[in-house]
């Protein structure tokens, strides 16, 4: 059964700083993985999608990089600003099909 | 392109009364999934239609929910009777599903706002 961990469950940094979240996930075999980004009472926007066979994305100040091997995906986001707080979800897709979620990063960029 | 819809935004009802959320999915979306997500954690898929057939409805509650696509398009989600661990953002998502297979691995999911419901 896949399980997939996000660490640490919260974090606090200043303006400029750049974030570094982390998901890790038990079963390798997985199709892709998709980092999202959750808004108070809103739904899920999707931030960047890395297909297994690729070891990355990057748009604008985000950056993605998969370690299928090792079952590691970190998001890395530049020059943190105060819009940047939120919550950030990591899913993987495996071969069953099933959309698998961790409980997510709470965010949280102060001025 | 217009994004998933989804409504009521927010709905309050009493423990053992019934309710029901619609989804409308992203033009040309042939996947659509239905989430459950309680405070706190991510969303855990709780059903999944590939056009009007579900591919995994492993997950949902079928003594009390229960869903439907017809048409292929628009999508309803009914609980009944409610009970309060069902307080939860119910979040309805769509993707283009490419292959043979029916497989939509390739293919990105797009959330909808979420109807939060919760009972009392």
């Known amino acids: 059964k896949q399980e997939v961990t996000q660490i640490p469950a919260a974090l606090s940094v200043p303006e400029g700083e750049n974030l570094v979240l982390n998901c890790s996930f038990t079963?390798?075999?997985?199709?892709?993985l998709q980092w999202f980004r959750q808004d108070p009472g809103k739904g899920l926007t999707s931030l960047l999608l890395?297909?297994?066979?690729?070891r990355e994305q990057t748009s604008g100040r985000l950056n993605a990089s998969l370690d299928k091997s090792s079952g590691r995906s970190t998001l890395y986001i530049a020059a943190s600003q105060p819009g940047d707080s939120a919550t950030y979800l990591c899913?993987?897709?495996?071969?069953?099909?099933?959309?698998?979620f961790g409980a997510g990063t709470q965010v949280v960029v102060t001025p | 392109e217009a994004g998933v819809a989804q409504s009521p935004r927010y709905k309050i009802i009493e423990k053992r009364q019934s309710v029901a959320f619609w989804c409308n999915p992203i033009?040309?979306?042939?996947?659509l999934y239905w989430y459950q997500q309680i405070l706190g954690q991510g969303p855990k898929l709780l059903i999944q239609f590939q056009n009007n057939g579900v591919v995994d409805d492993s997950q949902l509650p079928k003594d009390r929910f229960s869903a439907e696509r017809l048409k292929g398009v628009d999508s309803t989600l009914k609980i009944q009777p409610a009970k309060l661990e069902d307080s939860a953002v119910y979040l309805c998502a769509s993707s283009f599903t490419t292959g043979g297979t029916g497989n939509s691995s390739l293919a990105g999911q797009y959330f909808g706002p979420g109807t939060r419901l919760t009972v009392t």
């Open positions: 033009s040309g979306h042939a996947t």
């Open positions: 079963d390798s075999a997985i199709y892709n």
């Open positions: 890395i297909q297994s066979s690729q």
């Open positions: 899913a993987v897709r495996g071969s069953w099909g099933k959309l698998q």
